[in-house]
Nanobody
């Protein structure tokens, strides 16, 4: 069992930046691929970014490519999502998740955090 806790969400103006963190409870975190997903009111959960266990490869949704960066620090059992040039359409609850292999499909992920709200004002 891996417990995930996100932090770093908040209210920001369009064009601003936020850095989300996701802390894992176990050292086995370093064996998992990690992903960030988001869900806006009335919409389905959407893939944002993912990173393999050692950080060697990263993947992004087209909507965030060039603006968001996913990274991880296995020594700290933490994965990050740096979000720049934020837009109002980025407003959502952002969740991190752990999977045995990297994927864009949320059903491939075994463990989920509770989420953190990101609100971007225009």
């Amino acid at each position: 069992q891996v417990q995930l806790v996100e932090s770093g969400g908040g209210l920001v103006q369009a064009g601003g930046s936020l850095r989300l963190s996701c802390a894992a409870s176990r050292r086995t975190f370093r064996t998992y691929a990690m992903g960030w997903f988001r869900q806006a009111p009335g919409k389905e959960r959407e893939f944002v970014a993912a990173i393999i266990w050692n950080g060697g490869n990263t993947y992004y949704a087209d909507s965030v490519k060039g603006r968001f960066t996913i990274s991880r620090d296995n020594a700290k059992n933490t994965v990050y999502l740096q979000m720049n040039s934020l837009k109002p359409e980025d407003t959502a609850v952002y969740c991190c998740a752990a999977a045995t292999k990297v994927a864009g499909n949320p059903y491939e992920y075994d463990y989920w955090g509770q989420g953190t709200q990101v609100t971007v004002s225009s």
